[in-house]
């Protein structure tokens, strides 16, 4: 097998030959990538492959254990979904990103040393932005650029950081890291953006519904997926990561709730599970390392399937805002039935996915002596009722009548929320198949009496709930409305009040892209002066000189590869 | 449409023609209907007054303190559900705004663009199979919709 066919490397060579196929091969090739991709992925053995030694660093691509093998094989899946669920998509920029993208995030979580991991880290970032900047409006543009600003923050973290932890240590292998030095922080910190800890979480929120309906179901299985791995691979068991979990499982509830645009409610929903797989690493007992892959891999299903509903709602609707919508099953009823499993999922209905892992991680709470900790997961799981499996679907295809009528999706939608939802559904029921490929041997068993009555208890009593207050008239109706959160204070509060920094970042801009402009065009005149005819570059040369040129630059390859 | 009275079902008050419902949705106009609501609301009712009940007879497994007392997680399901829901009432007073609050470096105020979308009405709906799909793939038909936009 050659180190190129390594799945990473086999994306990033898809990437690069798409732009040159016909558009039925460009989207052929994002569903055959994907399974060719997860076939060779299968086929390495554990162990560390694919290294190669670059100015003295042996660097890592392929380092190849259960955990990264579970990462693996979900990107897989999500690739390839999200494939099926794009097919009618014929703009290059998206293929290529997609592709790009899910090649990088493949290459991060098989990343066996940190120099590997940064350059996959960023790959994320710039490929993923293009999934916002395709939906080509001046709005998307902007967020693209908050988006790209802080995911490159979080890789500039991560860089800074392993040259501290390098410094200190001598070694870049990318193994438990814990908080031990100011440069395992910073990486934390990296870590911490991606994952979207509270305070660190507004990207997710502002360029998720930014995206295209396609671009945003491929967002919503990567880049967080990728930071939970990290974390579990560098920082399992640091015990803050308990309280940040803790945190960011409620507070996402409050903001999902107030919002009007479903796909704003479905970023923030991703939010509050990101706590729970936080959470489950910070305790990092076996059983919660589990619980958190576990709910990594059915996350990324539900929360695909959710995110595909919601598309296809916009594909056929224009519009995902709660307010302009309802009514819809009449029409949509396979992509209404694909939402109800997405959401019966995530809120861990039992024989859904969200019940075989969310329970690992409440146990291992519940087993570790953080009852507040607990109860806090507790609630959280009523805020997803509340939030999402009550909102999304009831609010889309129930509630009051919109009038609109709109076509059921397409052929390749519906087979891929079929798809998705057979998977959620296949995992609830046999979740023998997904603990067979979990890091650690499970002897777990969810389907006991206690724990399908409990569930049912806390379930059924919060719909109750729902009705109830549905009845008293004190459920809210949606307005369209933009929600603030913390973001507020950089868009809008601190530009108002303080508009002479405002204008000084704003000059500083104008002069930083000045200067480069202006390097740029010094460096554009020299190249036009040397190879114009007659000029040094476009004269015929001796073999003397040549000879001279040759041997100067095999004396650089020779110094670099002593360095 | 066909005015045929027929087809025509009459569910919660609402006249509708059978041809503006997809088949599978016909297993769904109950809950248009206000009776069927209510007896939906009744089982449900009935169906958590039994789950209470095992919680008294059944001795429940426990790892946290408090855990065992009868009722605490219907308890925590109901209160919760209702403080989120009253709560973010209030927040919303706190938090919410016009669209055109951050326009324009922000989605919320403008409409997806059209070009990445395909608004068809459920009487347009094209006969699309798994087999179309499949020759779509095999190249033996057009796909459709030409380049060019945000998601086409």
Known sequence: MTNLLAPPFLYLIAALICPFLSSRWRALLLLGVPVFGLMIMLAYPVGDHVVWSVVGFDLTFMRVDRLSTLFGIIFSIAALLSGLYAWHVRDTVQQVATLAYAGAAIGGVFAGDLISLFLWWEGTAVASVFLIWARRTPASTATGMRYLLVQVLSGVLLLAGLLMHYHDTGSIAFEHLGLVSPGTFLIFLSFGIKCAFPLLHNWLADAYPAATLTGTVVLSAFTTKMAVYALARGYAGTEVLIYIGALMTLFPIFLALVEDDLQRVLAYSLNSQLGFMVVGVGIGSELSINGSAAHAFCSVLYQGLLFMSVGAVVYRTGTSRASQLGGLYRTMPVTMLCCLVGAASISAVPLFSGFVSKSLILDASGYNGNYVVWLAL???????????????????????????RPAEAPIHMRLAMILTASLCVIIGVFPGLLYSLLPYSVDYHPYTFDHVLVQLQLLLFALLAFVVLKKLGLYPRMVQSTSLDTDVIYRKWLPDRLPAVTQWVVNLNACARQMALGWLGTGYGMVERLTRPGAPLARGWSVASMMFVVIVLMCAVLVLNLL | MAM??????RTGGAVEAAESLAP???????TDNQSSVDRFIRILTYTCVILFLIDIVWHRHTKVPGEGLWGFYAIIGFVFFCLLVVASRFLRLLTQRDVSFYAPDCVDAEEYPESGTEPLTHAQMPKDSLVSLGNQMLGREATGKEPGGASS
Request: net charge positive.
């Open chain 2, 24 to 30: 599978l949705a016909r297993y769904f106009r109950w």
């Open chain 1, 378 to 404: 507790l609630v959280a799981s009523v805020g997803v009722l509340v939030h999402t499996t009550i909102k999304v679907p009831y609010l889309t295809f129930f509630a009051k009548d919109s009038g609109k």
């Open chain 2, 4 to 9: 045929n009275t027929d087809k025509q079902t």
